[in-house]
């Protein structure tokens, strides 16, 4: 048998050993011919893409190498860097807490908004990620109470009270329901109006309880007044929208008309024209003897700004539902009000989650604007105090760099979960 | 002798208007405009108060007055001694200038950004990731700051002086300072109108042809060149009328005296800065509206197409673009909508538009607020509602096209 | 509704009580507090220091008025200001009193309703060109790009100064002193032009001050001075009063140093009457008799607050040149306190 094998020499008995496939046909090489120069055109892209990224490198490379982190000006900056091309961080160093809380936060109780943006991002995290315990949704209920102690101070007692009589309102909400939704809307803001009218009397007497230093808003800046602005006008606006979108879809015609001509009037003009109106006119509508300060008439307009917006998100999300569902909500004869909150509100507002956290990113980077109308917040600061000061006169690509990182770093993270929120949402329909 | 007696006749109870649906809309409606006539009648008459006791008055006396102030960048003729309102069209049409051209811009690189995030080309993918995250995580304000700021940097009219200058003119005749971009400008001699009237005779001519090349394809089969025709169409009788009527149309390339560069068209720093910032800003969300929808079409569309033989770029141009199109265009409009609400922050760069000139000098010099941002909102809402109008349109036409 | 109670919350954290039309004095008094507009940020003047602590000669003079109502210095409310605000701020009553070098002119002073207590700085406008430029006149400006910042007067008055020289120029409009300064030395514009105090507050911060001129022009009158609601006549002679005391103050010499001394009783009435130890100044403008050495005793006498902020010991440099005494060939003359 063995002859016949060497007779035929063509046919081999053993496996050939495995062989590395052709240099070109692996690792690295096959990864850069697939993904980089596939054909010319990719070739020519990818040679001019890695040039710019080398000359990119290149040009700041030694610029943030060379930075200094501790002068205490920029004159000293340039004396020590000596003609060498270098960054001047040091302003960061010296005028972090002014970046950050602006200039009149006091300096000791820092503590205060970063305490209340820590509580912020516990209190969202029940709201975005349903898999939590809904008992976490406890903390997110106290937080308004807790985070406006916090920034602006004074005698826990009025957070005390608000919250007291948020309750009872809710209490008598749920029992005078029966009688009507609005009914019952109307008897629980009584209730609460009466609640803290008490409050307000025996205030006086309870002022020194757990007492925290009084900031007035005014004196709130930097990129703390910019997240203060964004979460504020965000979390106010969403009521409003959910009126304006219910209101643009209603089927009276006043109603009907003044939330679009609401909507779409707030929706074309730029947000720095009501800016403007909140800066140079609004103070001409209110009585003489009200004296609004700056920062309420600008929450009042953004509000306005982001919950047109935001009802034109919900909107969307409220025609995205079958029409079954409103029959059906009928067809079990519940009532307008009923058949809103039970029925279609939960399931457009789950829909609209997504748009809805995009106008609130859109929105928080909005904030900045309020820099035109002197206010002091992250580019506020920037542009005014900072630069006008003789020690940092011409610091700039440190500053900008800075406060789009601080930006990007937010704005990311959000848009990252919308994302994220984006794909859930989308199994759970198919 | 009736079959049937009538339902009886209901009378109407006020109860009805709370407790019967059909009337209680009108209940409804009804408090509500008496609450928002309330409402305004209450800020109506804080206003005449408030104006009252500060001893002003409205009055739009203001815009017939001469502005007294100049303005770098005109569409029109303007000068100082123009009225402010004459000063706030020089505005609107800055603004419009603006927001065109940024369009324009934007959809390109957004077009481009949008195409290479889903290149096969790892790198480019990856840029292109980067650009568009970046630029819409931080907001537009920071980015005009910082694209004036890198604009300022480029060389300056004096760096092209001297034996040895600095910085040199492209080409010759093109001039990039961070005072603006100086190009030439063409010069309109005796007898220009004929070229120019051959010239667009011409396009019209290379769309005819085109369109009858196209025909003959369909009808008979038989395939025309399409490239070099259209071309000599295009060129040669107006290079043609050009030289036989003795070169009627100069160039007047810019050039440095003075001061500056004389001569040419200038797009002043402010417009360029502004403009460019703009584009990239938007042209990252346009770059996200166009991604999504070359996503939004259906894989098997990509594969029929190969199958049919045609080559991938052939593919992206025939069958995917022409449908993802009805899928990025709304998107995209309502871009150029916050593109040109975003021009509002041409205050941030010194670009005179609207808010520059309405909103800023004439009312910082009358002190008239409340008319001068009154005019300035009424003006944007028009431009908005313009654009928004558009959409309308060409979505009621997509639409169409669907059913 | 748990929202809209943090709405309601707020409007009771951002509602001061005060009138915006009449009687600003007891509104001051009632709020303990002077709300006074400043500019966002100009060296010398007012500007926050690193602490958050205003500083600068328009600060000065909100300072000394708190001192002279109030009887503290620091019990004075900041609110920065732009050229757009600034008016809209002081006529719906958001600040009491305005000190942000703005010019003294007629139609502020009638059209818009306001009234200017005084002058406290002689400025006018003026031209810093780079050396290299060669440049020794305003009139051979023709055909340069100069930036300006806006919302002043600046802009109508270099329009009016081109055209009656009749030479061209291309504005370049600039929101902020900050911004201005890197286009102006990148050499996106020939020539910067603001009040000449501005300039030399720019220049001296440059990286090398000396390699730019302002030019011997100063075209425009200047006078910059706080401004108050008009209609409010008794809050106006406080605020013009407090200013002329610290001005009176220089000329007497009573400073921050021996004001103790000198209130002890001196042998001038004149002095006697400002400090309160003669005669019954300040009950004829609702205050105590004490109100102007607060006022004094708060940042010294014009000169010294001058001398601190701006003078020529300080970055910014400025001469006294106009802001001299009269007594010293300046124009600053307090009226006679009697």
Same mark, same amino acid.
């Given at each position: 048998?063995?002859?016949?094998?060497?007779?035929?020499?063509?046919?081999?008995?053993?496996?050939?050993?495995?062989?590395?496939?052709?240099?070109?046909?692996?690792?690295?090489?096959?990864?850069?011919?697939?993904?980089?120069?596939?054909?010319?055109?990719?070739?020519?892209?990818?040679?001019?893409?890695?040039?710019?990224?080398?000359?990119?490198?290149?040009?700041?490379?030694?610029?943030?190498?060379?930075?200094?982190?501790?002068?205490?000006?920029?004159?000293?900056?340039?004396?020590?860097?000596?003609?060498?091309?270098?960054?001047?961080?040091?302003?960061?160093?010296?005028?972090?807490?002014?970046?950050?809380?602006?200039?009149?936060?006091?300096?000791?109780?820092?503590?205060?908004?970063?305490?209340?943006?820590?509580?912020?991002?516990?209190?969202?995290?029940?709201?975005?990620?349903?898999?939590?315990?809904?008992?976490?949704?406890?903390?997110?209920?106290?937080?308004?109470?807790?985070?406006?102690?916090?920034?602006?101070?004074?005698?826990?007692?009025?957070?005390?009270?608000?919250?007291?009589?948020?309750?009872?309102?809710?209490?008598?909400?749920?029992?005078?329901?029966?009688?009507?939704?609005?009914?019952?809307?109307?008897?629980?803001?009584?209730?609460?109006?009466?609640?803290?009218?008490?409050?307000?009397?025996?205030?006086?007497?309870?002022?020194?309880?757990?007492?925290?230093?009084?900031?007035?808003?005014?004196?709130?800046?930097?990129?703390?007044?910019?997240?203060?602005?964004?979460?504020?006008?965000?979390?106010?606006?969403?009521?409003?929208?959910?009126?304006?979108?219910?209101?643009?879809?209603?089927?009276?015609?006043?109603?009907?008309?003044?939330?679009?001509?609401?909507?779409?009037?707030?929706?074309?003009?730029?947000?720095?024209?009501?800016?403007?109106?909140?800066?140079?006119?609004?103070?001409?509508?209110?009585?003489?003897?009200?004296?609004?300060?700056?920062?309420?008439?600008?929450?009042?307009?953004?509000?306005?700004?982001?919950?047109?917006?935001?009802?034109?998100?919900?909107?969307?999300?409220?025609?995205?539902?079958?029409?079954?569902?409103?029959?059906?909500?009928?067809?079990?004869?519940?009532?307008?009000?009923?058949?809103?909150?039970?029925?279609?509100?939960?399931?457009?507002?789950?829909?609209?989650?997504?748009?809805?956290?995009?106008?609130?990113?859109?929105?928080?980077?909005?904030?900045?604007?309020?820099?035109?109308?002197?206010?002091?917040?992250?580019?506020?600061?920037?542009?005014?105090?900072?630069?006008?000061?003789?020690?940092?006169?011409?610091?700039?690509?440190?500053?900008?760099?800075?406060?789009?990182?601080?930006?990007?770093?937010?704005?990311?993270?959000?848009?990252?979960?919308?994302?994220?929120?984006?794909?859930?949402?989308?199994?759970?329909?198919? | 002798?009736?079959?049937?007696?009538?339902?009886?006749?209901?009378?109407?109870?006020?109860?009805?208007?709370?407790?019967?649906?059909?009337?209680?809309?009108?209940?409804?409606?009804?408090?509500?405009?008496?609450?928002?006539?309330?409402?305004?009648?209450?800020?109506?008459?804080?206003?005449?108060?408030?104006?009252?006791?500060?001893?002003?008055?409205?009055?739009?006396?203001?815009?017939?007055?001469?502005?007294?102030?100049?303005?770098?960048?005109?569409?029109?003729?303007?000068?100082?001694?123009?009225?402010?309102?004459?000063?706030?069209?020089?505005?609107?049409?800055?603004?419009?200038?603006?927001?065109?051209?940024?369009?324009?811009?934007?959809?390109?690189?957004?077009?481009?950004?949008?195409?290479?995030?889903?290149?096969?080309?790892?790198?480019?993918?990856?840029?292109?990731?980067?650009?568009?995250?970046?630029?819409?995580?931080?907001?537009?304000?920071?980015?005009?700051?910082?694209?004036?700021?890198?604009?300022?940097?480029?060389?300056?009219?004096?760096?092209?002086?001297?034996?040895?200058?600095?910085?040199?003119?492209?080409?010759?005749?093109?001039?990039?300072?961070?005072?603006?971009?100086?190009?030439?400008?063409?010069?309109?001699?005796?007898?220009?109108?004929?070229?120019?009237?051959?010239?667009?005779?011409?396009?019209?001519?290379?769309?005819?042809?085109?369109?009858?090349?196209?025909?003959?394809?369909?009808?008979?089969?038989?395939?025309?060149?399409?490239?070099?025709?259209?071309?000599?169409?295009?060129?040669?009788?107006?290079?043609?009328?050009?030289?036989?009527?003795?070169?009627?149309?100069?160039?007047?390339?810019?050039?440095?005296?003075?001061?500056?560069?004389?001569?040419?068209?200038?797009?002043?720093?402010?417009?360029?800065?502004?403009?460019?910032?703009?584009?990239?800003?938007?042209?990252?969300?346009?770059?996200?509206?166009?991604?999504?929808?070359?996503?939004?079409?259906?894989?098997?569309?990509?594969?029929?197409?190969?199958?049919?033989?045609?080559?991938?770029?052939?593919?992206?141009?025939?069958?995917?673009?022409?449908?993802?199109?009805?899928?990025?265009?709304?998107?995209?409009?309502?871009?150029?909508?916050?593109?040109?609400?975003?021009?509002?922050?041409?205050?941030?760069?010194?670009?005179?538009?609207?808010?520059?000139?309405?909103?800023?000098?004439?009312?910082?010099?009358?002190?008239?607020?409340?008319?001068?941002?009154?005019?300035?909102?009424?003006?944007?809402?028009?431009?908005?509602?313009?654009?928004?109008?558009?959409?309308?349109?060409?979505?009621?036409?997509?639409?169409?096209?669907?059913? | 509704?748990?929202?809209?109670?943090?709405?309601?919350?707020?409007?009771?954290?951002?509602?001061?009580?005060?009138?915006?039309?009449?009687?600003?004095?007891?509104?001051?008094?009632?709020?303990?507090?002077?709300?006074?507009?400043?500019?966002?940020?100009?060296?010398?003047?007012?500007?926050?220091?690193?602490?958050?602590?205003?500083?600068?000669?328009?600060?000065?003079?909100?300072?000394?008025?708190?001192?002279?109502?109030?009887?503290?210095?620091?019990?004075?409310?900041?609110?920065?200001?732009?050229?757009?605000?600034?008016?809209?701020?002081?006529?719906?009553?958001?600040?009491?009193?305005?000190?942000?070098?703005?010019?003294?002119?007629?139609?502020?002073?009638?059209?818009?309703?306001?009234?200017?207590?005084?002058?406290?700085?002689?400025?006018?406008?003026?031209?810093?060109?780079?050396?290299?430029?060669?440049?020794?006149?305003?009139?051979?400006?023709?055909?340069?790009?100069?930036?300006?910042?806006?919302?002043?007067?600046?802009?109508? %008055?270099?329009?009016?100064? $081109?055209?009656? @020289?009749?030479? &061209?120029? =291309? /504005? !370049?409009?600039?929101?902020?002193?900050?911004? *201005?300064?890197?286009?102006?030395?990148?050499?996106?514009?020939?020539?910067?032009?603001?009040?000449?105090?501005?300039?030399?507050?720019?220049?001296?911060?440059?990286?090398?001050?000396?390699?730019?001129?302002?030019?011997?022009?100063?075209?425009?009158?200047?006078?910059?001075?706080?401004?108050?609601?008009?209609?409010?006549?008794?809050?106006?002679?406080?605020?013009?009063?407090?200013?002329?005391?610290?001005?009176?103050?220089?000329?007497?010499?009573?400073?921050?140093?021996?004001?103790?001394?000198?209130?002890?009783?001196?042998?001038?009435?004149?002095?006697?009457?400002?400090?309160?130890?003669?005669?019954?100044?300040?009950?004829?403008?609702?205050?105590?008799?004490?109100?102007?050495?607060?006022?004094?005793?708060?940042?010294? %006498?014009?000169?010294?607050? $001058?001398?601190? @902020?701006?003078? &020529?010991? =300080? /970055? !910014?440099?400025?001469?006294?040149?106009?802001? *001299?005494?009269?007594?010293?060939?300046?124009?600053?003359?307090?009226?006679?306190?009697?």
């Amino acid at each position: 048998m063995s002859d016949m094998h060497s007779h035929l020499a063509f046919v081999r008995t053993e496996m050939l050993a495995q062989q590395e496939p052709p240099i070109k046909e692996k690792g690295i090489v096959k990864w850069a011919r697939s993904n980089l120069f596939s054909n010319w055109m990719n070739s020519v892209l990818t040679i001019v893409a890695f040039y710019l990224i080398v000359k990119l490198i290149f040009s700041a490379g030694p610029w943030f190498a060379n930075g200094l982190w501790d002068t205490s000006s920029l004159a000293q900056c340039r004396e020590v860097l000596d003609g060498v091309r270098g960054a001047c961080f040091s302003v960061l160093t010296e005028r972090w807490q002014q970046l950050l809380f602006g200039i009149a936060y006091p300096s000791d109780q820092y503590w205060r908004p970063t305490l209340a943006f820590v509580l912020m991002l516990v209190a969202a995290a029940p709201v975005l990620f349903v898999a939590l315990p809904r008992a976490m949704l406890v903390i997110t209920a106290l937080f308004p109470f807790v985070a406006y102690w916090l920034l602006w101070g004074g005698t826990i007692m009025t957070s005390v009270f608000l919250l007291i009589g948020v309750i009872v309102g809710y209490l008598v909400f749920t029992k005078a329901e029966r009688f009507g939704f609005v009914l019952g809307l109307a008897a629980g803001l009584i209730a609460a109006v009466v609640v803290w009218k008490i409050g307000g009397v025996i205030k006086p007497s309870v002022d020194g309880i757990m007492v925290l230093e009084p900031v007035a808003s005014r004196d709130m800046g930097g990129f703390m007044l910019n997240m203060m602005l964004g979460v504020v006008c965000i979390s106010l606006s969403l009521p409003i929208g959910i009126m304006l979108a219910l209101g643009r879809q209603s089927h009276m015609p006043i109603i009907k008309g003044i939330s679009v001509v609401f909507i779409e009037f707030i929706r074309g003009v730029p947000l720095i024209t009501l800016l403007f109106v909140a800066s140079v006119v609004l103070a001409y509508f209110f009585p003489p003897e009200t004296n609004m300060d700056l920062i309420l008439r600008v929450i009042i307009m953004i509000t306005m700004f982001s919950s047109a917006y935001i009802a034109e998100v919900i909107r969307g999300g409220l025609a995205a539902l079958p029409k079954g569902q409103y029959e059906a909500a009928d067809s079990l004869g519940l009532d307008y009000a009923q058949a809103m909150r039970l029925i279609i509100l939960p399931q457009a507002l789950k829909i609209s989650i997504p748009g809805i956290v995009n106008v609130a990113v859109g929105l928080f980077k909005d904030t900045t604007l309020v820099s035109v109308i002197s206010m002091f917040d992250l580019v506020g600061m920037i542009r005014g105090p900072i630069l006008a000061s003789t020690e940092w006169n011409g610091v700039y690509w440190e500053l900008y760099g800075f406060a789009a990182l601080l930006f990007f770093v937010t704005c990311y993270s959000i848009s990252q979960y919308s994302q994220w929120l984006e794909r859930q949402l989308r199994t759970d329909h198919r | 002798m009736t079959a049937y007696t009538d339902p009886p006749k209901e009378s109407f109870q006020l109860s009805q208007l709370i407790h019967d649906t059909r009337y209680r809309s009108y209940t409804f409606q009804f408090i509500a405009l008496v609450l928002l006539l309330f409402g305004l009648g209450y800020l109506t008459m804080n206003l005449i108060t408030n104006l009252r006791v500060a001893g002003l008055s409205i009055s739009y006396g203001f815009l017939g007055q001469p502005a007294g102030y100049d303005i770098n960048q005109s569409l029109i003729d303007y000068n100082n001694q123009d009225s402010h309102l004459r000063a706030s069209i020089v505005g609107v049409l800055n603004t419009l200038l603006v927001a065109f051209l940024g369009c324009i811009t934007a959809t390109i690189l957004g077009v481009f950004a949008g195409v290479g995030r889903l290149s096969k080309n790892w790198l480019i993918a990856k840029l292109m990731s980067v650009y568009v995250e970046a630029f819409r995580n931080v907001p537009v304000l920071i980015w005009i700051l910082i694209i004036s700021t890198i604009v300022t940097v480029m060389p300056s009219p004096r760096d092209f002086k001297g034996e040895t200058p600095d910085a040199e003119m492209l080409f010759g005749i093109i001039a990039f300072t961070n005072r603006g971009i100086y190009i030439p400008k063409p010069v309109w001699l005796e007898g220009s109108w004929v070229v120019v009237t051959v010239f667009i005779l011409s396009v019209i001519g290379v769309f005819a042809y085109r369109s009858y090349a196209k025909k003959l394809l369909f009808n008979t089969g038989k395939l025309l060149p399409m490239g070099w025709p259209s071309v000599a169409i295009l060129l040669v009788p107006s290079i043609l009328v050009y030289f036989i009527m003795g070169r009627p149309i100069g160039v007047e390339i810019p050039e440095l005296g003075g001061f500056n560069f004389k001569g040419g068209v200038a797009l002043q720093r402010p417009l360029i800065a502004l403009w460019l910032a703009l584009s990239v800003y938007t042209g990252a969300f346009i770059a996200e509206n166009v991604r999504a929808g070359i996503q939004a079409i259906n894989r098997g569309q990509t594969e029929a197409a190969a199958s049919l033989g045609l080559r991938p770029g052939r593919i992206m141009s025939l069958v995917i673009l022409p449908q993802a199109l009805r899928v990025i265009i709304p998107p995209v409009i309502s871009q150029y909508l916050n593109l040109t609400k975003n021009s509002s922050l041409a205050i941030a760069v010194g670009y005179m538009d609207l808010t520059g000139t309405l909103g800023g000098i004439t009312l910082n010099q009358t002190g008239r607020a409340i008319e001068c941002v009154l005019m300035l909102m009424l003006f944007y809402l028009l431009i908005s509602l313009s654009i928004s109008a558009i959409m309308n349109a060409y979505n009621n036409r997509v639409k169409l096209k669907e059913r | 509704m748990k929202k809209s109670v943090f709405l309601g919350a707020l409007t009771v954290a951002g509602l001061t009580a005060g009138a915006a039309a009449a009687a600003t004095l007891d509104d001051v008094k009632s709020r303990g507090k002077l709300n006074c507009g400043v500019t966002t940020g100009l060296v010398g003047f007012a500007a926050p220091d690193a602490n958050g602590e205003w500083q600068g000669f328009d600060v000065a003079v909100c300072r000394a008025v708190a001192a002279a109502v109030l009887g503290d210095p620091t019990a004075v409310e900041f609110v920065p200001t732009t050229g757009k605000t600034r008016f809209t701020a002081l006529a719906s009553g958001e600040i009491d009193l305005l000190a942000r070098n703005t010019t003294w002119t007629f139609s502020r002073d009638t059209d818009l309703k306001f009234d200017f207590v005084g002058v406290n700085y002689y400025d006018g406008q003026g031209f810093m060109v780079p050396k290299a430029l060669g440049v020794t006149s305003a009139k051979e400006l023709d055909g340069a790009t100069v930036c300006i910042q806006t919302g002043t007067t600046t802009e109508l %008055n270099l329009a009016d100064f $081109f055209r009656t @020289n009749n030479i &061209e120029y =291309t /504005p !370049v409009p600039i929101e902020t002193n900050a911004e *201005a300064q890197p286009l102006y030395l990148e050499g996106a514009c020939d020539v910067y032009t603001t009040d000449a105090s501005g300039l030399a507050a720019t220049r001296a911060a440059f990286e090398t001050p000396g390699d730019h001129v302002i030019l011997p022009e100063i075209i425009s009158k200047e006078p910059l001075g706080p401004l108050v609601r008009h209609g409010d006549n008794e809050w106006g002679d406080i605020a013009s009063w407090t200013l002329m005391a610290l001005i009176a103050a220089e000329e007497y010499g009573i400073t921050s140093a021996n004001i103790e001394e000198m209130s002890a009783g001196t042998n001038n009435p004149e002095i006697n009457r400002i400090l309160g130890t003669e005669g019954e100044l300040g009950a004829m403008i609702g205050l105590d008799a004490e109100w102007a050495k607060r006022a004094i005793a708060a940042g010294g %006498n014009y000169g010294e607050i $001058f001398a601190k @902020n701006i003078g &020529e010991e =300080t /970055p !910014v440099g400025l001469a006294r040149g106009l802001n *001299a005494q009269w007594t010293d060939g300046g124009l600053l003359y307090a009226p006679p306190f009697r």
